[in-house]
Structures are given as structure tokens and as C-alpha cells.
């Protein structure tokens, strides 16, 4: 640091010091104010010049209409991204909590018109048949074309449920598939199944 010569003292640092006039109350409030940042006047008044320089503020009026305009900026962007996180929880409810909701109250529905519950049937474990030389009844061609005709069709409806089985990774929780059908399909293949 150097040191520069005032009034034939010496002191240190880069500048000068300077006097300013001011009211007595306004020093007073000034001191007060620089103690609750344990720095120098000067350094307090030189943060406080720069602040308002650096964010283009005018203490007489237009400082509070810029910090006003810069809230209300603010307040329009979060308000923004509150509606984007809104229209995100719609979409879920829409695509994933609804369906399935609606899928269990139909699974429960169906449950409830049964009334009973479905009965295990013991496992019978058949025995060992040595007759498999001997001649068998045989099913009628016709018959036979039919049972795979019936099959490849059972085949084709199931490829094409297949085809609309969707797998989905939420962000929260175990992945799992979705069934892209409508109800009425939904109701339909439950009747063939029976």
C-alpha cells in the first residue's frame, strides 16, 4: 500500500479521504446501519453506490418501480411452472391413475356379480397309460380344420393384444404394463374367456 501525503499527514491506503455534509439524524442512521456490517463507512457507502449501479436502481422513485416489474416477472414465471406441473399431474391422472382405477372397479365389479369364489380343484395325477399302441378314436378333418382355425384366430387376438401392451416406467415406483383397449373389447374378450 502506499501511502499519500493530506494536509501534511500521512495515511494509508489507495485514496483519499473526503468530507460530506450531512444532516445529523442521517449520519446517525448511516453509523448505526454500517455497525450491523462490522465495516468502514466508506466501504458500507461504496457497497451501497455499487448495489445501486450494478441493478440500475434509483433511490428517488424509479429503484422501486425495477424491483416491483422484477417481482411481478418472477411471480408470472412461477405461476407459469405451476400451471406446467399442474397440466403434468393432469396427464397422469388421465393415462395412468384413471385406467387402471376403472380396470380394478370392473375386476371388482365382476368379483362381486360372481358372488363365489373360485374353487381349487385338487391336482389328480394320472396314471401311466400303456395303451398308446393301440388304435385311438381320431377327430373328423372337418372338425379339425374348424379347432385350428379357431385357434389361429384365439392366436390372432392375442398378437394383437400384445401389440398394444405398453410398458411404463413412472418416476416414482416398480415399472408395469398397460393394456391399450377399450372397455367394451375389454368386456368382450372376458365373455369368450368364460
Known amino acids: 500500500m502506499e501511502k499519500q501525503s493530506t494536509n501534511g499527514r500521512t495515511k494509508r491506503g489507495t485514496g483519499g479521504y473526503s468530507n460530506i455534509t450531512v444532516k445529523k439524524e442521517t449520519a446517525t442512521r448511516f453509523r448505526n446501519y454500517s455497525k450491523r456490517f462490522n465495516k468502514s463507512h466508506s466501504e458500507v457507502l461504496d457497497g451501497m453506490v455499487q448495489y445501486f449501479k450494478e441493478n440500475q436502481l434509483d433511490p428517488f422513485g424509479e429503484g422501486t ?10 411471480e408470472r ?6 400451471d406446467r406441473i399442474i397440466a403434468i399431474i393432469k396427464n397422469m391422472e388421465k393415462t395412468s391413475i384413471r385406467p387402471t382405477y376403472e380396470m380394478m372397479l370392473i375386476l371388482y365389479e ?8 373360485p374353487r381349487q380343484e385338487p391336482v389328480q395325477i394320472q396314471e401311466e397309460r400303456m395303451d398308446f399302441l393301440e388304435p385311438r378314436n381320431t377327430v373328423p378333418k372337418v372338425d379339425h380344420e374348424r379347432i385350428l382355425r379357431e ?4 392366436k390372432k387376438r392375442c398378437n394383437e393384444m400384445l401389440h398394444n401392451v405398453e410398458k411404463i416406467e413412472p418416476m416414482m415406483g416398480k415399472p408395469y404394463l398397460k393394456i391399450n383397449m377399450d ?3 375389454f368386456e368382450k374378450l372376458k365373455y369368450h374367456l368364460r
Open 77 to 82: 414465471q412461477m405461476m407459469k411452472k405451476f
Open 183 to 185: 372397455i367394451g373389447e
Open 65 to 74: 418501480k425495477i424491483i416491483l416489474d422484477s417481482i411481478k416477472k418472477l
Open 151 to 154: 385357434f389361429e384366430s384365439y
Open 110 to 117: 365382476a368379483y362381486v356379480k360372481d358372488g363365489k369364489r
